[in-house]
């Protein structure tokens, strides 16, 4: 290739130091991009936007300032809930005569909360290849800093924005036996966690703010104590994702455990009992065992 033909072909600046990329496979490349920090951008997803033929984006003028700071000038086509039925079937089109297409969102990964889920089905029943580039999405970046279990959560997306209909959802969500994660908004916060406290309990919690930007808070509490800071306070600024804890363990006394597993023991086995037992309370099954075998001794 000539000089003038190289610099010509696709290729991204990182501190004005030129990389010229290969060319991208055909079909939808599904590119995460920064939520704040555009330090948070992916080699790859990089790459990819600088080879693509063109990119889906939410709003142009957001996808650009990313596409600016990295010297990339492949096309973009706004793509976003308003006109999605009419852009569809150009993407479709695009991606039929063999094009690369990319499509990214306003900020963290397309199809969380964001624009993208009939494209990729639409995409992929045409038989297309759809292609993920995992990056930056605010409900991982808000998960490992509340500080809240990580072995099982589920992500809620937006609440209701009306009080009828939040209380509904989070009477769905109460019995889940897992972390929980929202995305909420500023203006809505302070109600919202006053809700979540009055359904799912007083669970520990967390509100994670302007993650990777330069405002970044997480203040952690439980959910009444930071429902009642919320609303003591002016509606905080920027993006905000909360953090619920799981449902929390019943406590059970002593003596009520006792009661129940002789109430068991007269017409079953130890081990029987401890299963019952166990199911009913959520103790643990070995100590339910231990206790049963030392009551049943002593009967
Ligand atoms: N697709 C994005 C993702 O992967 O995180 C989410 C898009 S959704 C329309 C926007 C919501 O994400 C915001 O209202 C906020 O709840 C959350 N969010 C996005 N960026 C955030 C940030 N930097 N800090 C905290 N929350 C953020």
Do not use: W
């Not at 290739?1 to 991208?24: H, N, Q, S, Y």
């Not at 905000?240 to 019943?250: F, Q, R, S």
Request: proline letters at 7%; one cysteine or more; charged letters at 25%.
């Amino acid at each position: 290739m000539k000089k003038a033909e190289d610099e010509r072909a696709p290729a991204f600046f990182i501190e004005g130091t030129r990389i010229a990329v290969r060319p991208l496979a055909p079909g939808l490349h599904v590119v995460a991009t920064p939520i704040g920090n555009l330090g948070d951008v992916t080699l790859r997803a990089l790459a990819t936007l600088a080879a693509a033929d063109l990119i889906a984006c939410e709003d142009t003028r957001v996808t650009r300032v990313l596409l600016d700071r990295y010297g990339i000038a492949t096309p973009l086509l706004p793509y976003h809930e308003h006109n999605a039925a009419e852009q569809r079937p150009k993407l479709m089109a695009a991606l039929a005569e063999g094009k690369a297409v990319a499509l990214a969102s306003d900020a963290g990964t397309p199809l969380i909360s964001d624009p993208g889920y009939r494209l990729v089905v639409e995409t992929a029943a045409a038989g297309h290849a759809v292609v993920p580039l995992p990056g930056a999405s605010a409900l991982l970046a808000a998960l490992v800093t509340a500080g809240l279990p990580t072995d099982t959560f589920l992500f809620a997306g937006f609440l209701p924005q009306k009080e009828v209909g939040r209380r509904k959802r989070l009477a769905e969500l109460a019995a889940v036996p897992a972390t929980l994660v929202f995305y909420e908004s500023p203006n809505r916060l302070a109600d919202a966690l006053a809700d979540m406290a009055a359904v799912l309990g007083d669970r520990p919690a967390a509100v994670a703010r302007e993650l990777t930007k330069a405002f970044e808070t997480v203040r952690r509490g439980t959910l009444a104590g930071l429902a009642a800071q919320f609303a003591s306070e002016p509606a905080p600024k920027g993006e905000i994702v909360v953090v619920v804890g799981p449902p929390l363990e019943k406590t059970v006394a002593p003596e009520d455990v006792d009661a129940l597993l002789l109430s068991l023991l007269a017409a079953r086995s130890v081990r029987e009992s401890a299963d019952e037992a166990a199911a009913l309370t959520g103790l643990s099954r070995r100590d339910l065992y231990q206790r049963a075998l030392a009551l049943k001794d002593r009967r």
